[in-house]
């Protein structure tokens, strides 16, 4: 059973349209991760929580933001899409925050931005 | 400049066929990680290598990690239609306090196509 849930699979917004992609985890896990991943990149870290201690990469544009209201959800928002954000977008989560941690990975959401 | 390089970024091969993967750092590293990833899928790890120098089995594929632990490859043998993906190294980076916090970092990856 899928431990890291992603809704949903494939979403098409239009410029300029907020919208909302949603991750749950049955894992009771403390740190929940977003990546994007663009065609034949390879994933790259928005940003993480740590409980609800939120920690932004400093090259994470405004326009993503996220929120994590429990242990169990996690969402990305996307305030205002452009073109340049269509992408892969992918949850993952881990139990803390170790040197070997092991991160378990949704099967990520297909962002088409038209 | 990126923290790993890997290679080759592309590898389309015959069912059968070896081949091995490179990801190489200037950096040391207290662990680093395998991830395989399948088209319209997240990544799953595959392999963590701890030690310099250490060899892990899985299956029909080798990881090693260099002795400086600064590099790693991943040998796969005989390889078949079911390899092909995304190969993609990782390692979790430490902050300026030299504390991990988690941050996983990918190379470029490696899309592996193996032909029938």
């Known amino acids: 059973d899928a431990m890291v849930i992603q809704n949903p699979r494939y979403q098409v917004t239009q410029f300029g349209k907020p919208v909302t992609l949603s991750c749950s985890q049955t894992?009771?896990?403390?740190?929940m991760y977003w990546y994007q991943q663009k065609s034949s990149q390879a994933p790259k870290l928005l940003f993480h929580?740590?409980?609800?201690?939120?920690?932004n990469e400093a090259d994470t544009p405004d326009n993503f933001q996220s929120r994590r209201p429990n242990t169990s959800f996690c969402f990305l928002d996307i305030r205002s899409p452009g073109l340049g954000d269509a992408a892969m977008y992918l949850c993952?989560?881990?139990?803390?925050?170790?040197?070997?941690?092991?991160?378990?990975f949704g099967s990520g959401t297909q962002l088409s931005v038209l | 400049t990126q923290l790993l390089e890997q290679s080759p970024q592309f590898l389309s091969i015959q069912e059968g066929e070896n081949l091995t993967v490179y990801c190489n750092s200037s950096?040391?590293?207290?662990?680093l990680q395998w991830y395989r990833q399948e088209p319209g899928e997240g990544p799953v790890l595959l392999v963590t290598?701890?030690?310099?120098?250490e060899v892990k089995k899985l299956k029909r594929l080798t990881f090693q990690f260099g002795d400086a632990r600064k590099d790693s490859s991943l040998h796969i043998t005989a390889a078949q239609p079911g390899d092909t993906g995304l190969y993609l190294c990782?390692?979790?980076?430490?902050?300026?306090?030299?504390?991990?916090?988690?941050?996983?970092?990918f190379g470029q990856g490696t899309i592996l196509t193996v032909h029938p």
């Open positions: 929580y740590y409980d609800k201690d939120f920690n």
């Open positions: 993952a989560t881990s139990r803390t925050q170790g040197a070997n941690e092991k991160l378990f």
């Open positions: 950096s040391v590293f207290s662990s």
């Open positions: 990782a390692v979790i980076q430490a902050n300026a306090g030299g504390t991990s916090y988690g941050k996983l970092t």
């Open positions: 290598v701890v030690t310099g120098g």
């Open positions: 894992l009771n896990h403390n740190v």
